[in-house]
Structures are given as structure tokens and as C-alpha cells.
């Protein structure tokens, strides 16, 4: 271990909705040992097997018809209307974790299609993502998913365009579609867009691509199920072709270390702090058995 530095960045990790969501969990876990989580709390398995255990108990939106007179967090994605209707109807008590940027680029999408009938209403976001899916609700189901070009496909370049996007998505991309909609429009149509991407989780790209060039190994430590991770991942494999992604130290295996000196560890916003500290040690571990 002489001589090897392994450093943890230190803007990965959880941003601020997801510790909101669980530090509301586990406030609610104090007081009454059990809390039911409409899905996972974040995309990450280490995390939400951590709170099984003090009694989070993870339900899908099929299970929510045949829950009654309890509570029931909303983790910070956010819900359509419906799902709110729908506990309410049940007399289910909501804990609602959902992150405020997220709240706020709700309310938007809402306000926009209501002063705007005539209008598409596209996001710029993941199919089926759960902040997504929450986004299109406040549209009544009618707002277009775009996730790159060949989905435009669906978008009637005669009609005018509302853009927004999902939180989390890159700020490249969504300025690279800004350009491909110009490019199609007709001359008459109405195109306003919106940037309503997290900043927090935005600047990470510039600040794990700066990490990854730092050092010779990098282990990239996030959920699989992890948007946001799997776009960071392929961010620090562009500027670190030695980045291994792992989701636990046990994917951590010796021939991955090959004498580097400079090691980092990063991570998704779904990532939790003691799960990249867990690593350093698997690597620790690995290195003085060399």
C-alpha cells in the first residue's frame, strides 16, 4: 500500500433529493419500524436493502389499489396525479419526498399545457423513467418522450413545441435536440424550450471528468438500474479508458489493480458515501495482500 493514494471524490454521492427522501424514511422508520415506498427509494440495491431491514417496505404502482388506512412514501422521482388520487382515495396518509426541482418542473409542465391547449408539450427524458412518468402526468398522458432524434419522429413540426427536460438529463443533449427541433420546424412554428436540468446533478460532469483525469484507476461505484450513474460511468471511461464500474466491492477483483499508483472513487447521485468508503477498503484489502 506504500506510496498508492486512493481518493473519494467528494461531489459524488447522494444530491439533495434523494437524502431528503431518506432522511424522511428514516425518520418515519424511528417512530414506527415499518413504512411502505412506492418503488425504489433510489436505484441503488445496497441502499434499499440497508432500509428493508429498518423496515421500508418497497410496493409498485400495481400494489397501490390493494393498500388501505397507512403510509406510504413518495421517493423523490415524483408521481402523476392520478397516484396521489388514487392513496387518497384509500385513505393513505402521503409522506412526500419528492424533490422540489423536480415539484417545480412539475407545476411548469402542469401550467404550460393548461395556458397552452394547442401546443405539444415533449420532455426531453427517459421512456418510463419514474420522474418521466410523473412529468407526462401532469399533461393527462398526452406530453411526447423524446430520448434522441429518431423519436421526433412523433412530434408534428407544423404544430408548436413546448420542450422541457427531465432533471437529470445531460445539458449536451438536451441543447443538441434544442438544435435538431430548430432545424425541422417550419418556418411559422412556435418553438419555446427550457432548461430545467438539475444543476447539481449537471455540474458532476464537469467535475468527474476532471476526477477521472486525475488518476490512473478508476472505480465507478453505482445501482444498475442508475440513469444518472450509467451516464457519469461512460463520462469517466471517455476521460479513464482503466474506469471499472462496480456495485458492490465484491465485483471488485485483484487483476483489475495493475500496480497504479493514483486511484479514484466516484459515484452516481444514487450512491451512497458508505458504499464507496466500503470499496476503499475491498481495494486496501486487495493491495496489501499484493
Known amino acids: ?80 396525479p392520478e397516484v396521489y388520487q388514487q392513496a387518497k382515495a384509500n385513505g393513505v396518509e402521503i409522506i412526500d419526498a419528492t424533490c422540489p426541482v423536480v415539484l417545480a418542473l412539475q407545476k411548469r409542465i402542469y401550467k404550460a399545457y393548461q395556458q397552452h391547449p394547442e401546443a405539444q408539450i415533449v420532455i426531453y427524458g427517459k421512456k418510463g ?46 441543447n443538441a435536440l434544442v438544435e435538431k427541433i430548430k432545424e425541422k420546424i417550419f418556418d411559422q412554428t412556435q418553438f419555446t424550450y427550457f432548461d430545467t436540468i438539475c444543476r447539481q446533478v449537471a455540474n458532476r460532469m464537469g467535475n468527474i471528468r476532471k476526477f477521472a483525469r486525475e488518476h490512473q484507476l478508476i472505480f465507478f461505484v453505482s445501482g444498475k ?23 458492490s466491492p465484491d465485483e471488485i477483483k485483484s487483476d483489475m489493480y495493475q500496480g497504479e499508483i493514483s486511484i479514484g472513487i466516484c459515484g452516481a447521485t444514487s450512491t451512497p458515501k458508505w458504499q464507496m468508503e466500503a470499496v476503499k477498503e475491498k481495494i486496501k484489502e486487495i493491495i496489501n495482500k499484493i
Not at 155 to 161: N, S, T
Not at 239 to 246: A, C, D, H, R
Open 1 to 80: 500500500m506504500q506510496g498508492v493514494t486512493i481518493e473519494i471524490d467528494v461531489d459524488s454521492g447522494f444530491c439533495f433529493g434523494v437524502v431528503n427522501a431518506i432522511e424522511k424514511a428514516e425518520q418515519e422508520l424511528k417512530q414506527s419500524n415499518h413504512l411502505y415506498c412506492l418503488g425504489d427509494i433510489v436505484h441503488n440495491s445496497d441502499e434499499v436493502e440497508r432500509l428493508s431491514k429498518a423496515g421500508l417496505d418497497v410496493i409498485e404502482h400495481k400494489d397501490l389499489p390493494t393498500l388501505h388506512h397507512t403510509k406510504l412514501l413518495f421517493r423523490a422521482h415524483g408521481e402523476p
Open 225 to 247: 438500474k442508475s440513469s444518472n450513474g450509467k451516464v457519469l460511468f461512460e463520462e469517466c471511461k471517455k476521460q479513464n479508458e482503466k474506469t471499472y464500474f462496480v456495485s
Open 129 to 174: 423513467h419514474a420522474e418521466v412518468n410523473g412529468l407526462v402526468g401532469q399533461t393527462q398522458g398526452r406530453a411526447i418522450v423524446v430520448e434522441n432524434e429518431a423519436d421526433l419522429a412523433d412530434v408534428d413540426f407544423a404544430k408548436p413545441i413546448v420542450l422541457f427536460s427531465q432533471t437529470t438529463k445531460s445539458i449536451d443533449g438536451f
